[in-house]
C-alpha cells in the first residue's frame, strides 16, 4: 500500500486516468441531467418536484462518502504519518462540504412545497447539518496552527471522533421518529424507487462520484506542486543569477520531473 | 530492532485510536439514548394516549396517517377538524391555517400543538409526512387495483409508531 501511496507514483498512475475520468464525470451528468429533467417520469403524489431528488440524494450519498474517506485518510495520517493521506484528507473536506450544503439547500427547496416547510430539528436535518460543521470544523482545524503537522493531527482527531456521526446520519431515520421519510435506496427489501427512476438516480449518483475523484487528483496535485515549489525556494533554486536568466524555470523542470521519474 | 520499534508504535496508535472510537461510539450511543424523547420529532397518538392526561401547556408533535373519512370542516368555516391514527390509537385533531399541498386522507402528517382538556389536539402547524415511495402515477393505480396499496399504508402506520 505504501509503494502506491507516494507523491510521484501518485502522479504517474492518475495522469492517464485523468482525462477519462473527466470525460466519464462529464458524460455521466449530461446524461443524468437529461434523463432527471426530461425523460423521466413524474411521481404519483409530488408531481415534477421529484425530480430534486435527482440531486439531493446523489449530493447527500457524496457528503457521506466524502466523509468517510476523509476519515479514513485522517487514520492512515495519525497511524503511519503518510504525508499522501493527510493531502488526500485535506483536499476531500470542501469537496464533502459542497456536496453536503447542495444536500441542505436541495432538501431545504423539497422540503417547503411537500412538507410545507422549508427547515426542521428532527434527526436527519439535524444530523446532517452537524456534519457540515464537522467539515467546516475541519478546514478551520486544520489550517489554524503555524505548523502544518500539527494542523493535520488535530484535524485527523476530529475526522476520527466525527465519524461517529456517519452511521446516526443513515439510521436516524429508522432510530428515531423524523419528518423526512425512511430509506429509499439503501434499505433491506430493495429500492423504493420505482425502475424508471432508478436509472437517472444511479446515473447522477456515480457522476457525483466520478467528479470527486477529478476535483481530488486535481486539489492533490497541486497540492503537491505547491510544495515542491516551496521545497525548491527554500533550496535556493529560484534565486535571481544575471548570467542565467532562465535557469530557475529549467532547474524547476528538473525538480519537478526528477520526483516523478524515480 | 529500530524497524520493529516503529511497527510497535504504528500498531499502539492503532489501538488508541480503536479505543478512543469505541469509548466516543458508545458515549454517542449512551447520550443519544437518554435524550430519545428529545430526539424524537413527533409522538405517535399511541404514546400521546398512554401519556395523556397532558399538560395544555405542554407543547408538542403528534403523527399519524390521517383517518379516512374523518375530514371535515367546522361551520366556522376556517378550522378543520381531522384524526390521525397508527392503526392502533387514533387521536382527534383540530387546525385553523393553510394545509400543506400533500395532505389528504391516508397520508401521513405531523402536527404541532397541544392537547386540550377534552382530548383533542389543537394544531398551529401541520406538515405532511411523505412515506419512502416514489413511483410514476400509472404504478401507483396498478398498485391500488391491486390492493397491494393497503400493505404499504400498514406498513407506513407502522412506521409512525417506532
Not at chain 1, 204 to 209: A, E, P, S, V, W
Request: with cysteine; glycine share 8%.
Amino acid at each position: 500500500m505504501h509503494r502506491f501511496a507516494k507523491p510521484s507514483v501518485f502522479l504517474k498512475l492518475t495522469d492517464p486516468i485523468l482525462p477519462w475520468l473527466a470525460g466519464a464525470t462529464a458524460i455521466l451528468i449530461a446524461a443524468g441531467l437529461y434523463f432527471a429533467l426530461f425523460a423521466s417520469p413524474i411521481d404519483y403524489q409530488q408531481g415534477d418536484t421529484v425530480r430534486i431528488m435527482y440531486l439531493h440524494v446523489p449530493a447527500a450519498w457524496m457528503g457521506l462518502f466524502c466523509y468517510v474517506g476523509m476519515a479514513i485518510c485522517g487514520a492512515m495520517s495519525l497511524i503511519w504519518k503518510h504525508p499522501l493521506a493527510d493531502i488526500c484528507a485535506r483536499a476531500t473536506a470542501p469537496i464533502g462540504a459542497t456536496f453536503t450544503a447542495l444536500c441542505l439547500i436541495t432538501g431545504s427547496l423539497w422540503g417547503e412545497p411537500m412538507w410545507g416547510t422549508w427547515w426542521v430539528w428532527d434527526a436527519r436535518l439535524t444530523s446532517m447539518l452537524i456534519l457540515l460543521f464537522l467539515y467546516l470544523g475541519y478546514i478551520a482545524l486544520v489550517n489554524a496552527f503555524d505548523d502544518p503537522e500539527r494542523g493535520s493531527k488535530a484535524g485527523s482527531a476530529l475526522a476520527l471522533v466525527g465519524a461517529i456521526n456517519v452511521p446516526i446520519v443513515k439510521f436516524s431515520v429508522d432510530w428515531w421518529n423524523t419528518l423526512h421519510q425512511p430509506a429509499s435506496i439503501v434499505r433491506m427489501d430493495g429500492p423504493a424507487v420505482d425502475p424508471s427512476m432508478q436509472l437517472p438516480l444511479a446515473l447522477m449518483i456515480l457522476g457525483f462520484t466520478s467528479y470527486y475523484f477529478v476535483v481530488l487528483i486535481l486539489r492533490v496535485r497541486l497540492e503537491l506542486n505547491e510544495r515542491r515549489i516551496r521545497a525548491l525556494q527554500l533550496s535556493g533554486m529560484f534565486d535571481e543569477r544575471p548570467d542565467h536568466k532562465d535557469a530557475g524555470s529549467r532547474n524547476y523542470e528538473a525538480g519537478h520531473n526528477m520526483e516523478a521519474n524515480q | 530492532m529500530s524497524l520493529s520499534r516503529a511497527k510497535a508504535r504504528k500498531r499502539q496508535r492503532m489501538y488508541i485510536i480503536g479505543a478512543v472510537l469505541l469509548a466516543v461510539a458508545g458515549a454517542a450511543a449512551l447520550i443519544l439514548t437518554a435524550f430519545e424523547d428529545s430526539v424524537v420529532f413527533f409522538f405517535s397518538p399511541t404514546e400521546i394516549i398512554e401519556k395523556s392526561p397532558i399538560d395544555p401547556d405542554q407543547r408538542l408533535r403528534i403523527g399519524g396517517l390521517v383517518v379516512e373519512g374523518s375530514v371535515q370542516k367546522l361551520q366556522d368555516g376556517k378550522t378543520i377538524a381531522f384524526a390521525v391514527t397508527d392503526m392502533a390509537e387514533t387521536v382527534p385533531i383540530s387546525y385553523s391555517g393553510i394545509l400543506p399541498d400533500l395532505f389528504r386522507e391516508g397520508q401521513g402528517v405531523v402536527a404541532e400543538g397541544h392537547m386540550n382538556a377534552e382530548g383533542t389536539f389543537v394544531a398551529s402547524e401541520v406538515l405532511a409526512k411523505h412515506d419512502e415511495n416514489y413511483m410514476p402515477p400509472e404504478v401507483a393505480e396498478s398498485l391500488k387495483k391491486s390492493g397491494y396499496w393497503e400493505e404499504i399504508e400498514a406498513k407506513n402506520a407502522e412506521q409512525m409508531r417506532n
